[in-house]
């Protein structure tokens, strides 16, 4: 598989549908990565979408450098309108354009399990990272519970991915995974499905139902049932 057959790929989704969470769920994560209003820093986001993750950055800290890459450009033409304020480029997260520990926090939300080569993904963000920064790294879980579930109930899960490549990831083997690439693990948190009550950036109610259910998940899913794992992990040096 080419570099070039990826982008293409991403190009396709951004154009068509779009790729992501609701804004709740990048507050939530970046405040856990530790990013606050106190002093000005160095944020990069690998693999930045359509830009939320920036956008929260700089709502939590106005004084930030945030900068956003991704391979796909239909992606940063949409994060240039979300978050007109961050640096953005487009760019390979197995290979950043920048020197060695530059930024002092890092986030990739979601995005190392599709990369040709996760480790090398890794790698960069332990190569770009400051000595006392830190990072946020979001993977899928092989087992989280509403996958169990939907299997209990019909059989296979509702779940299936539509990206050119996926993975998932047990919590050891995540970790195991992130800890061989150089970094440390300091926290883990549970991600779930964010419950939304209204239609984001409207009054309009969503599913009542799905709400709870959601609720429920985020309160009383297990850690290593949850649907995603949140790493928040140091140099491993």
Known sequence: ???????????????????????????????????????KALCLD???????????????????????????????????????????????GQALPFKS???????????????????????EIYRVLKPTGKTAVILPNKYSLVDILDVCKTGGSASGGFQIIERVFTRKEAQDFLESNGL????VYSSNLWPEFFVEGTFKIKSIKKFIWRWFLKIFAPLNLTREFIFICNKGD
């Open 101 to 123: 520990s530059y930024f002092d926090f890092v986030a990739n939300l979601g995005s190392l399990e599709h990369y040709m080569d996760p480790d090398k993904g890794c790698k």
């Open 184 to 187: 440390r693990i300091s926290k």
């Open 1 to 39: 598989m080419q570099t070039s057959e990826i982008a293409w790929s991403y190009n396709k989704i951004y154009c068509e549908h779009g790729l992501r969470a609701p804004f709740g769920h990048y507050i939530y994560t970046i405040r856990r990565l530790g990013v606050n209003a106190k002093r």
């Open 46 to 92: 690998i693999s930045c979408g359509e830009g939320l993750a920036l956008k929260a950055i700089l709502q939590i800290n106005n004084d930030a450098l945030a900068v956003g890459l991704d391979i796909s450009l239909e992606a940063v033409k949409k994060a240039r309108e979300n978050v007109s304020k961050a640096k953005l480029l487009v760019a390979d």
